[in-house]
């Protein structure tokens, strides 16, 4: 029965033949695609397939690259999160209270997606600098921020602050304050509730969220540069080691970190895809 | 790697259901308070002294300087006219491939379906370096097409043609992204009439397809606009970063700020100030958007769920 | 313009939604595709506008082959079940959409538009957008854009679906007399039968995606083909039993059946609709059943018994006229006796035999 309405829906089966424009969109979307994104893409695994294994490991894996994945990665965990335990009190704070110049703060936390990183990388590097606006309260108590990794922790942190608070706000939205007050008729406290019946519900958005996060972490280049020293060993992440080699002309060498980054994105985006799917398929279900 | 279209629906929700007087969700005041307060403090730290700070530093010896600052220097005009230039090019490709794009996703059952909205995913999970290195690795002097090019005197990379490239490649999911959600949602079943009336298929796409769509569509645009004149890695890595010929304007804010003197300083931060303006401005329509395309959403639902 | 359809068939997947499906639809006439969904019904009227295509077999308006023809140049109105109103467009902009993709010149479309507004009833509302109608004015909006455009005929899915009871059956009697007017042969798909007797000439019940029974409302409702359409026209008393030597044995009762004098013994299904059966105080002959009152409910012009017969587990819906209840005086408890005054026995590949 069900089966019989789903099938003669229109929108589903039955646009094929009626609607115009099948082949030219998909052709144009496709060519598009192969044009700017996989000729490119097999550009980069072409290269790196002119390497032999051992040139490979001697690219990628030598103990300049290995600290500069360790800073690149390390930086991108504590920053996500960072992010992901800031974003859940964003969101909640933004979804369940009421305040003065809400909506003010709630469109304030989307600045990061608009603001060129470039420029997030400009003011950082000179607020936490000794005379800068935090440098001038931190530095005398030995906090010395600026030009350390904690630099890039901390404007990684706002480049990323967007994803986890619009991932969970909108479930926590949805969220039926039935399930609240059945909790609280069976007798458990404010916290109780939170910690065993909200955030259980909300771990997979906010696992997105991280996931989201620490992705556009590991890439980013335009803010980091500006606020680290670059220093080889300490404070030089993986992109900013590929632009170094490219301007020596040492196309393999960046290709080779280059694979190891991408591969490392192409995990999370599948990570993010699975969840995305699976919190579908349970909020489909549970329809 | 931006979610916000996704949430797009959901996000306009906010602004209508949100305070639900329900008393098993009432926190005590002090929790409450507590809690808005850090909000805010983390919202001051992280974005609003960082916004404010660029305005002081751009305004710092007054308005007379930062405007020589910004009009004096030849390079930082073909900056931001390059800039110009290249923000439009992008967009407009985008948009076309996103309408086209989301048209067969939403439109259409085909094999492969989901694997090309994957697909178009890829470039939010591939580091802007890592884009420029692609197109380096393709059009250089020893790329694959390098010698080619050479040979028929083309200039692609360290010119615009490759500026345009990495820019679009950035931005590209923003467009389709943001129209597959909002076609899903407003169905085909208005398009299905229109031709059942005799309109024909460019009569369809204009009369009812953009009419339809046109919030979404503005809001994909100002997103990927956003993003498109912001680029940094990936155009620092194909521009060849030529003063006054290849910088667009966040790598001319760059190049101004490893300067060194505190004049080019001053002329740095004057020019973030006009991106930090721009992504204000961005933010501003952005909500706007928000509003309008979560009106038009409901409404869809209204008019086909009917009383 | 008459509609033809020849030996259709469409398969989604593995599913068949058509079977070899004929049909034809008189010139002028108004007919409804009844049956439940997953039938095929919207999918055949889909087909006959041309938004759907058939894996085989043709569809013909009179004398002409259009099976290939895009629904554009087929110039057929239709009505979609949920409007699909052009949202951002006025009442007026809606109805006059056909035209203005033909380019016809504005003074014509305006005068149409104000014609057919007249013809719906909506003439003030010209200016208004579908979000500030009524489920009712939507629908003859729809109506309105369907027939602006001159269609040769008329087809509507399920052109009541989305409305509440009342403006239900005001549109109903609108619709028949709207047909009568324009005489556009028209077809369209209902899932409830009460809509679709009172509004069509002819009647075709489907069932997956084959056609049980063709005919006139008086004919499909007096003589329904087979076991479905007595079901599905609804409320109806089923009796499990046997037939041999002419003669059907369903419980208690026993009715003759001349249409099988065999002596081997076959199972069969009678149907009697709840107002064929009458209530006796006393038993006579072998053709009444002992069974006790359950429940009475007198609402409206018949009262509306339910009984149950403890020796067969059966229960049964009984309507009696409001006098014939008065006289029997029945009440809850009540150990009375129920006989068939006409009885519908289906056996597999035999007729339908009633009495």
């Not at chain 1, 922790?153 to 304050?177: C, H, N, Y």
């Not at chain 2, 040979?151 to 990495?166: E, G, R, S, Y």
């Not at chain 2, 005799?198 to 606009?225: D, E, H, S």
């Not at chain 3, 049980?212 to 007096?222: A, K, N, Y």
């Amino acid at each position: 029965m069900l089966r019989g309405i789903c099938l003669e829906s229109p929108s589903v089966m039955s646009t094929q033949r009626i609607l115009p424009g099948f082949r030219l969109s998909l052709s144009f979307a496709i060519s598009y695609l192969c044009l700017l994104v996989l000729i490119p893409l097999v550009a980069l695994f072409g290269k790196a397939s002119t390497l032999t294994a051992q040139q490979f490991l001697a690219a990628a894996w030598t103990e300049r690259t290995r600290a500069a994945y360790f800073v690149t990665f390390s930086s991108s965990a504590i920053a996500a999160i960072a992010d992901t335990v800031l974003g859940l009190l964003l969101a909640w704070v933004l979804v369940r209270y009421d305040f003065p110049f809400k909506r003010l703060f709630d469109s304030l936390v989307d600045l990061p997606f608009a603001l060129p990183t470039a420029v997030a990388g400009l003011v950082y590097s000179s607020l936490y600098v000794p005379k800068g606006w935090m440098g001038q309260f931190l530095v005398p108590w030995g906090i010395k921020l600026a030009y350390s990794q904690s630099a890039i922790v901390l404007v990684l942190t706002f480049i990323g602050l967007p994803f986890v608070v619009r991932t969970v706000q909108p479930v926590l939205e949805s969220m039926d304050a039935d399930i609240e007050e059945a909790a609280a008729c069976l007798g458990a406290s404010r916290w109780q509730t939170f910690r065993r019946v909200l955030l259980p519900a909300l771990y997979p958005a906010l696992i997105t969220g991280f996931a989201l996060t620490f992705a556009r972490a590991i890439g980013e280049y335009g803010s980091v540069v500006f606020v680290s020293s670059n220093t080889p060993m300490k404070t030089e992440i993986a992109p900013v080691l590929i632009v170094q080699k490219l301007e020596e002309f040492q196309y393999a060498e960046a290709t080779a970190i280059a694979i190891v980054l991408l591969l490392a994105s192409f995990m999370m985006l599948i990570v993010i895809n699975t969840l995305e799917r699976r919190t579908e398929a349970a909020n489909s279900s549970a329809n | 790697m931006h979610s916000v279209p996704k949430h797009l629906p959901n996000a306009a929700a906010a602004s209508t259901g949100t305070l639900r007087g329900r008393a098993a969700q009432q926190d005590p005041w002090w929790i409450r308070w507590g809690l808005i307060s850090c909000s805010i403090a983390v919202l001051l730290v992280l974005v609003i002294l960082p916004v404010a700070n660029v305005f002081y530093h751009a305004f710092s010896h007054g308005p007379v300087v930062y405007w020589q600052n910004l009009t004096a220097d030849a390079e930082t005009w073909n900056a931001i006219r390059l800039t110009l230039l290249v923000a439009p090019v992008s967009v407009a490709l985008n948009v076309i491939f996103g309408v086209a794009a989301a048209w067969a996703i939403t439109r259409f059952r085909f094999p492969g379906r989901t694997l090309l909205t994957t697909i178009i995913d890829l470039p939010f999970a591939i580091s802007p370096v890592v884009a420029g290195l692609m197109f380096v690795l393709l059009f250089g002097a020893k790329g694959y097409f390098g010698p080619w090019l050479q040979a028929n005197h083309l200039q692609v990379l360290n010119a615009f043609p490759a500026i345009v490239m990495v820019t679009t490649f950035v931005t590209l999911p923003f467009v389709a992204r943001e129209l597959i959600p909002v076609m899903e949602a407003i169905g085909a079943d208005e398009e299905i009439a229109a031709i059942s009336l005799g309109a024909n298929g460019w009569q369809m796409f204009w009369r009812i397809t953009v009419p339809n769509i046109k919030w979404g569509l503005l809001y994909g645009v100002i997103l990927c606009n956003a993003r498109a004149m912001g680029e940094f890695g990936a155009v620092y890595v194909v521009s060849g970063r030529i003063i006054g010929k290849t910088e667009t304007m966040p790598i001319r804010v760059g190049t101004l700020f490893e300067g060194g003197t505190s004049a080019t300083y001053a002329s740095s931060f004057a020019l973030a100030s006009v991106l930090t303006m721009l992504a204000l401005v961005t933010l501003f329509i952005k909500i706007a958007l928000e509003r309008k395309t979560a009106a038009d959403l409901k409404e869809a639902a209204s008019i086909q769920q009917t009383e | 313009m008459s509609i033809v359809v020849k030996n259709l068939s469409k398969q989604f997947g593995s599913f068949k939604a058509l079977d070899d499906v004929s049909l034809e639809a008189q010139s002028g006439s108004l007919l409804a595709l009844l049956g439940p969904s997953g039938s095929g019904k919207t999918t055949l009227l889909r087909i006959i506008a041309g938004l759907e295509s058939a894996d085989r077999g043709s569809v013909l308006y009179e004398a002409e082959d259009v099976t290939h023809q895009s629904p554009k140049d087929r110039q057929v109105g239709f009505v979609f079940q949920h409007y699909a109103l052009f949202r951002h467009m006025s009442v007026f902009e809606n109805v006059a959409f056909g035209m203005r993709v033909r380019n016809r010149p504005g003074a014509e479309i305006k005068q149409r538009v104000q014609e057919l507004l007249h013809l719906v009833r909506l003439e003030g509302l010209a200016q208004r957008y579908p979000s500030q109608l009524s489920g009712g004015q939507r629908q003859r909006v729809a109506l309105a854009r369907a027939l602006a455009v001159q269609p040769r005929i008329l087809l509507l899915d399920e052109p009541f679906g989305a409305l509440d009871a009342k403006v239900r059956q005001e549109l109903r009697q609108w619709l028949r007399q709207l047909h009568d007017e324009i005489h556009l042969t028209t077809i369209f798909v209902t899932h409830d039968q009460e809509e679709a007797f009172e509004v069509a000439d002819r009647v075709v019940v489907m069932r997956g995606g084959h056609i049980e029974q063709s005919g006139s409302p008086q004919e499909v409702f007096d003589h329904p083909a087979t076991p479905f359409v007595m079901d599905f026209l609804g409320n109806v008393n089923v009796f499990h039993g046997r037939v041999e030597n002419g003669m059907a044995m369903l419980g208690a009762l026993n009715i003759a059946y001349p249409e099988y004098p065999h002596a081997e013994s076959r199972d069969a299904t009678a149907y009697v609709r709840p107002h064929e059966l009458d209530i006796e105080r006393f038993p006579f002959g072998t053709s009444s059943l002992e069974v006790r009152v359950t429940q009475v409910n007198p609402a409206g012009s018949v009262a509306k018994i339910r009984v149950f017969s403890e020796q067969f587990g059966l229960a049964l819906n009984v309507d009696l006229n409001l006098e014939r209840y008065i006289e029997l005086q029945l009440k809850p408890g009540d150990q009375v006796y129920v006989s068939a005054r006409r009885v519908r026995v289906f056996m597999p590949n035999a007729p339908e035999y009633s009495i």
